[in-house]
């Protein structure tokens, strides 16, 4: 099995941006559940990090908008935003054109994706990737889930998408780890940002964790928008993560989530979690 | 009104050094020059752009994810940052366009009514 990792976690801005500004007892244990994350995804010795993101209008515009995309280069920059606002430096990071090749092409055979061969990150990969590679020496492989500029792609579509990269990845002979990252209830960057719908995610996290196809592929657009925020919508790179942990004989991953705790200065409910493969 | 055309130009200077320092050395004249590729702008728009005036381009419609970045770029701290869309809601009325207006989004208290919370004082986050 190629796929020797997958997990969640959290990518909100002030994770990083506004870090002086949180309670530090629950920004540190937070901090905590990233490093040890780091550490479980290193212990598997994978090739290559694939990160499947939310962008926010980093590369993609709605002149041309792909509902999937995945990065095709050796190497990526970022952040887009200014490092001293977002707490991170600007860096290079690491890519593997061959291994994203590979990957887009068994993905493709299963579902529609564009490719991209420039791709600038902006803090919904560099939050995580600042905890999970400090060092940016692990390459990376972005992928993007349109998740902001709407018609958004239905989830039945985002579920095959994410069994696509679980085939694609196992086809492969590369140690591939995932890791989705996006946002459950949230506001962000609107007048509303720090609104936490706590019941909401704990809801949909106990639906991840038990991989329930189902129940995560029951909400509507509408209804998270009211329940959970236009960032709710982010929950596509979860659900993707989830079907990833699909068997191919059909068996859900069981998940553990790690931390949750709402922290409203980052405007997100921080969330930590990962799949123990069947 | 262009809310596309406004948020492209966003867009472009968010992601853009280039676009940036065009932006930094003469606002009208770096959005006239995009303008002239075929972007159209009302007054209004290109004034909200110029000044920069956060809370009307909210009204009109910007996704935060944009406007974020845009305020960030103007030194604007947070919890300036979010007061200045609450301010734009209550001088200009409801957001106008895009995705806050598609589901009926009403603003602030409307939208704390909608989840059963008593609305949020300013500033608290």
Same mark, same amino acid.
């Given at each position: 099995?190629?796929?020797?990792?997958?997990?969640?976690?959290?990518?909100?801005?002030?994770?990083?941006?506004?870090?002086?500004?949180?309670?530090?007892?629950?920004?540190?244990?937070?901090?905590?559940?990233?490093?040890?994350?780091?550490?479980?995804?290193?212990?598997?010795?994978?090739?290559?990090?694939?990160?499947?993101?939310?962008?926010?209008?980093?590369?993609?515009?709605?002149?041309?908008?792909?509902?999937?995309?995945?990065?095709?280069?050796?190497?990526?920059?970022?952040?887009?935003?200014?490092?001293?606002?977002?707490?991170?430096?600007?860096?290079?990071?690491?890519?593997?054109?061959?291994?994203?090749?590979?990957?887009?092409?068994?993905?493709?055979?299963?579902?529609?994706?564009?490719?991209?061969?420039?791709?600038?990150?902006?803090?919904?990969?560099?939050?995580?990737?600042?905890?999970?590679?400090?060092?940016?020496?692990?390459?990376?492989?972005?992928?993007?889930?349109?998740?902001?500029?709407?018609?958004?792609?239905?989830?039945?579509?985002?579920?095959?998408?994410?069994?696509?990269?679980?085939?694609?990845?196992?086809?492969?002979?590369?140690?591939?780890?995932?890791?989705?990252?996006?946002?459950?209830?949230?506001?962000?960057?609107?007048?509303?940002?720090?609104?936490?719908?706590?019941?909401?995610?704990?809801?949909?996290?106990?639906?991840?964790?038990?991989?329930?196809?189902?129940?995560?592929?029951?909400?509507?657009?509408?209804?998270?928008?009211?329940?959970?925020?236009?960032?709710?919508?982010?929950?596509?790179?979860?659900?993707?993560?989830?079907?990833?942990?699909?068997?191919?004989?059909?068996?859900?991953?069981?998940?553990?989530?790690?931390?949750?705790?709402?922290?409203?200065?980052?405007?997100?409910?921080?969330?930590?979690?990962?799949?123990?493969?069947? | 009104?262009?809310?596309?055309?406004?948020?492209?130009?966003?867009?472009?200077?968010?992601?853009?050094?280039?676009?940036?320092?065009?932006?930094?050395?003469?606002?009208? =004249? *770096?959005?006239?020059?995009?303008?002239? /590729?075929?972007?159209?702008?009302?007054? +209004?728009?290109?004034? !909200?752009?110029?000044? $920069?005036?956060?809370?009307?381009?909210?009204?009109?419609?910007?996704?935060?994810?944009?406007?974020?970045?845009? =305020? *960030?770029?103007?030194?604007?701290?947070? /919890?300036?940052?979010?007061?200045?869309? +609450?301010?734009?809601? !209550?001088?200009?009325? $409801?957001?106008?366009?895009?995705?806050?207006?598609?589901?009926?989004?009403?603003?602030?208290?409307?939208?704390? =009514?909608?989840?059963?919370?008593?609305?949020?004082?300013?500033?608290?986050?």
């Amino acid at each position: 099995m190629a796929l020797v990792y997958a997990g969640i976690c959290s990518h909100a801005p002030g994770i990083t941006g506004r870090a002086d500004q949180a309670d530090p007892a629950v920004r540190d244990s937070f901090y905590a559940a990233f490093d040890q994350m780091r550490l479980d995804i290193e212990a598997t010795k994978p090739d290559v990090l694939v990160v499947i993101a939310a962008e926010h209008f980093a590369n993609f515009f709605m002149n041309n908008m792909p509902s999937y995309a995945i990065g095709m280069a050796d190497s990526y920059t970022g952040p887009i935003e200014d490092p001293g606002w977002l707490g991170i430096d600007k860096v290079k990071v690491p890519g593997d054109r061959t291994i994203s090749e590979q990957l887009i092409r068994h993905v493709m055979t299963q579902s529609d994706v564009s490719y991209a061969e420039e791709w600038k990150f902006d803090h919904g990969i560099m939050v995580p990737l600042h905890f999970l590679t400090p060092r940016y020496d692990l390459p990376v492989v972005p992928v993007n889930i349109n998740c902001q500029g709407p018609p958004l792609s239905p989830l039945s579509r985002t579920w095959q998408f994410g069994q696509s990269l679980r085939d694609a990845a196992d086809a492969m002979p590369e140690r591939i780890a995932l890791v989705g990252t996006g946002g459950l209830s949230h506001w962000p960057a609107t007048p509303d940002s720090g609104k936490i719908n706590v019941e909401w995610d704990q809801r949909f996290l106990k639906q991840w964790c038990s991989g329930d196809k189902e129940s995560l592929l029951a909400h509507s657009d509408e209804a998270t928008y009211l329940d959970a925020g236009q960032g709710g919508f982010e929950l596509r790179t979860l659900i993707a993560v989830a079907a990833a942990g699909v068997s191919s004989t059909g068996v859900p991953a069981q998940g553990t989530v790690h931390f949750y705790e709402p922290i409203p200065i980052f405007s997100v409910g921080c969330t930590i979690a990962s799949l123990k493969f069947a | 009104m262009s809310l596309y055309y406004v948020q492209k130009y966003l867009f472009e200077l968010n992601r853009s050094e280039q676009v940036q320092s065009a932006y930094e050395h003469d606002r009208q =004249a *770096a959005i006239a020059a995009f303008a002239n /590729q075929g972007a159209t702008f009302t007054d +209004r728009e290109v004034q !909200a752009l110029v000044q $920069p005036d956060v809370g009307l381009l909210f009204h009109l419609g910007v996704n935060g994810q944009i406007l974020m970045h845009f =305020a *960030a770029f103007h030194q604007i701290e947070w /919890q300036d940052y979010l007061q200045q869309m +609450r301010d734009g809601i !209550a001088e200009h009325g $409801p957001v106008q366009e895009g995705v806050y207006a598609v589901t009926g989004y009403e603003g602030t208290d409307a939208h704390a =009514a909608d989840l059963g919370h008593e609305p949020r004082s300013e500033g608290t986050h």
